[in-house]
């Protein structure tokens, strides 16, 4: 049986090839977090060296560009659209499965609507917000 002294004094997390030791995961936190983002910010240092950018860098670029910047802006509202649809969902503690019998539609076609993988037409946004009870237009 082991002793307490040979157990480590201090209990370590591992990410990945980055290993961080804290005093106390659950009274210092804070220890943890300040290592690990020194750490990060090593790597994002290595990264930009060899040329790499973050995604906030390169959409930054990107919405310099005016067709770029069209095109984002006018799936906004349809973003806003499926995710006010999922929250009614969820707030109604349906399941996609439900929502779809009460929309008269099959579940995966629902999923492919929250996923944003179709463009539904008028008529199916229709029959979703009243399966869910909810107005499209305020």
Same mark, same amino acid.
């Given at each position: 049986?082991?002793?307490? %002294?040979?157990?480590?004094?201090?209990?370590?997390?591992?990410?990945?090839?980055?290993? +961080?030791?804290? @005093?106390?995961?659950?009274?210092?936190?804070?220890? $943890?977090?300040?290592?690990?983002?020194?750490?990060?910010?090593?790597?994002?240092?290595? &990264?930009? @060296?060899?040329?790499?950018?973050?995604?906030?860098?390169? =959409? %930054?670029?990107? !919405?310099?560009?005016? /067709?770029? %910047?069209?095109?984002?802006?006018?799936?906004?509202?349809?973003? #806003? $659209?499926? =995710?006010? !649809? +999922? *929250? @009614? *969902?969820?707030?109604?503690?349906?399941?996609?499965?439900?929502?779809?019998?009460? &929309?008269?539609? =099959?579940?995966? @076609?629902? &999923? #492919?609507?929250?996923? /944003?993988?179709?463009?539904? #037409?008028?008529?199916?946004?229709?029959? $979703? &917000?009243?399966?869910?009870? $909810? *107005?499209?237009?305020?």
């Amino acid at each position: 049986m082991a002793s307490l %002294r040979s157990q480590p004094k201090y209990p370590c997390v591992n990410f990945g090839s980055l290993t +961080i030791a804290s @005093a106390s995961l659950q009274d210092n936190n804070t220890y $943890v977090i300040l290592i690990f983002m020194t750490k990060q910010a090593k790597i994002m240092k290595k &990264a930009r @060296a060899l040329g790499y950018v973050t995604l906030d860098q390169m =959409h %930054r670029e990107l !919405m310099k560009k005016k /067709g770029f %910047r069209d095109a984002y802006e006018s799936l906004e509202l349809e973003d #806003r $659209v499926i =995710h006010a !649809m +999922i *929250r @009614a *969902r969820i707030g109604k503690k349906l399941s996609q499965a439900q929502l779809a019998k009460k &929309a008269n539609m =099959h579940q995966s @076609a629902v &999923a #492919r609507f929250e996923s /944003g993988g179709s463009n539904p #037409r008028l008529d199916t946004l229709v029959r $979703v &917000a009243t399966a869910l009870d $909810v *107005r499209l237009i305020k």
